[in-house]
């Protein structure tokens, strides 16, 4: 028999490794990205001689991009917590009340947030390009 106690601390070294992995993970893909880029710079000329040099500063838009997003998502948030004050307790106690919906409320809610967000970045990309 487990105690509370353990399945906690379980629980929380789990989720440390996962934080770690996701860390990790974020960190490889972003230098990834930084070498592909760096190695684009020298290929590029040599499949068209035509093509221009592409500059570090072209980083910065997608970094805007990303601020861009972030700042929208966070106001929103502060938003729906300032005007519509249920939110904000509907919010602490998401779990409880997302597990009381049926299944096809759960994948409509799940569709709508996922449509949303994409045409969320559609329009930041366009605002951005």
Known sequence: MTTITAVKSRF????????LNIKFLIFNILLILILTFTLLIKVLPLVDPTAAVLDLG???VGLFG????LAAILCS???QELLWQPFKTFRKDFLLHFNQLTSWQQCILYFSVFFLLLLAVIMVMGVVF
């Open 66 to 69: 990303f601020l861009i997003g």
């Open 77 to 79: 948030l502060w938003l």
């Open 58 to 60: 072209i980083l910065t």
């Open 12 to 19: 929380h070294n789990v989720q440390k490794i996962y934080t």
